[in-house]
């Protein structure tokens, strides 16, 4: 068994930098991508960037890439997110997501993910 928790949620202002973290506990020999997402009310899950099990290959959605940093600490059991120059449309909750495919070197939407996080919630002011 696997669970994730997110963390580095809330309040924030326009132009700001962002930093949150995903936690693993459990089982976590058995997790290999991980993912970073996103949802609105009313909206798709969004995916924003992955990371592959080592960290080394990483991919970014390009409403993200340029101002965005996925990584991960395996030694922590955590991955995390930065989101760069935030605006008030980046307000929504915040999901980490992974894999326990693995073949799966990256993941890049919602149906690849074996496990998520309950979210958190992030909000941008003007």
């Known amino acids: 068994q696997v669970q994730l928790v997110e963390s580095g949620g809330g309040l924030a202002q326009a132009g700001d930098s962002l930093d949150l973290a995903c936690a693993a506990s459990g089982r976590t020999s058995s997790v290999y991508a991980g993912a970073w997402f996103r949802q609105v009310p009313g909206k798709e899950r969004e995916f924003l960037a992955s990371s592959s099990r080592s960290g080394g290959s990483t991919y970014y959605a390009d409403l993200v890439k340029g101002r965005s940093t996925i990584s991960r600490d395996n030694a922590k059991n955590t991955l995390y997110l930065t989101l760069n120059n935030l605006k008030p449309e980046d307000t929504a909750v915040y999901y980490c997501?992974?894999?326990?495919?693995?073949?799966?070197?990256?993941?890049?939407?919602?149906?690849?993910?074996?496990?998520w996080g309950q979210g958190t919630q992030v909000t941008v002011s003007s």
């Open positions: 997501a992974a894999s326990f495919d693995g073949r799966l070197i990256l993941i890049k939407t919602a149906y690849e993910c074996d496990v």
